[in-house]
């Protein structure tokens, strides 16, 4: 099977750049990488938020190079590209809040879009990179709320700037793919879809994990918007397990086979209301931790995204190991060891091996 196994030289001394090491999805890569014996380069704005996940891991530490810039600036991505040798480029800086897209549309079009479109300037230019892997969403796909799971080859769409913004970045990777990325010699191009990601150490606004851990920390009930609506819950690391897995096919003679859309997402059994998820977390918490319904109007977000992982499952030998109870479970843990003052990086990595106990994705 495609895969870390497979990988030429495997991860240990690669150089590996990651967008977006500032943010949640890519601070556990960060980590991740690092305890594979990666040279890992980081190229993103400062922290999103405070607390933030980058300073409770101590990334800095780790990090062969780390770039603060603007996906908006092609110069400096260029140059990251050739300071840092990356043969793999993980994409994940983005603008990810749907309700910050329908308050900001511009900026989240120039970052998810046109940001991109540099990104992949910048790696076709680079004599090194050999694999990039654009991390998209679950809501790119056109969405009729039918119920049946998405596949790779569904229609693209978005009602919301953030989901339009990602659709059309899935349409600008396709296009450099064929247009650039086609030819022997050059990159393979890949993207991911995941689903509603969790775990330890996001504390972006407006996402449910977060809004809840906030609120029963500081004894207050969490209020939901949508309590209703389903999504395709899952831990960040099952995603980039997806992601590692995906790029070790790339760097194979076999790459070029690897080098479309893949889904990333949980089992169907995991499925689940924004209102039970809530009530299990504020069950996992313990104390007074409560659960209310927001009555108020509020923008439209899709009501219910499934995903159909049968391609990863098949051709990557990739499939989600942990249950949704098992996410939660670990999600929770981790907030409270870093409200006991615990040290994060270390219980990162006691996550990270209990996940994947071989450490490979």
Not at 278 to 306: K, Y
């Amino acid at each position: 099977m495609a895969g870390l196994v497979t990988m030429p030289g495997g991860w240990q001394g690669r150089d590996v750049l990651v967008t977006g090491h500032t943010g949640f999805k890519g601070g556990w890569l960060c980590l991740w990488l690092h305890l594979l014996g990666a040279r890992v380069h980081g190229y993103a704005l400062e922290p999103p938020t405070r607390p933030n996940l980058f300073d409770a891991f101590d990334l800095g530490g780790l990090l062969a190079s780390d770039t603060r810039a603007d996906l908006a600036d092609l110069a400096a991505l260029r140059d990251c590209l050739v300071r840092s040798r990356a043969s793999v480029v993980f994409h994940l800086a983005a603008q990810s809040l749907v309700r910050e897209s329908y308050a900001a549309p511009l900026p989240t079009f120039a970052t998810n879009v046109m940001g991109t479109a540099h990104l992949l300037q910048a790696a076709r230019e680079s004599a090194t990179v050999r694999a990039v892997v654009v991390a998209t969403t679950d809501k790119v796909y056109e969405n009729h709320e039918t119920g049946r799971a998405f596949r790779e080859g569904d229609a693209l769409g978005g009602n919301d700037p953030y989901s339009a913004s990602k659709a059309a970045c899935e349409i600008v990777a396709a296009s450099f793919r064929a247009s650039f990325f086609g030819t022997p010699g050059s990159p393979c191009l890949a993207t991911a879809r995941a689903g509603n990601v969790i775990g330890g150490g996001d504390w972006a606004g407006d996402r449910l994990v977060p809004d809840c851990l906030r609120a029963f920390a500081a004894g207050r009930p969490v209020h939901l918007r949508y309590p209703g609506a389903v999504r395709p819950w899952q831990h960040v690391l099952e995603p980039l397990g997806g992601y590692l897995r995906l790029a070790g096919a790339l760097l194979t003679e076999d790459g070029p086979r690897f080098a479309r859309a893949w889904n990333f997402g949980p089992a169907a059994a995991d499925d689940a209301t924004v209102h039970t998820v809530a009530q299990r977390l504020a069950g996992l918490w313990g104390g007074a931790a409560a659960v209310t319904v927001d009555a108020a109007e509020h923008p439209h977000e899709a009501g219910l995204l499934r995903l159909d992982s049968g391609a990863a499952a098949r051709e990557l030998d990739w499939r989600p190991r942990w249950s949704l109870e098992q996410a939660l479970a670990a999600t929770v843990a981790w907030h409270q060891a870093w409200h006991a003052g615990s040290d994060m990086r270390e219980v990162g990595r006691a996550q990270l091996r209990d996940y994947a106990p071989a450490g490979v994705p």
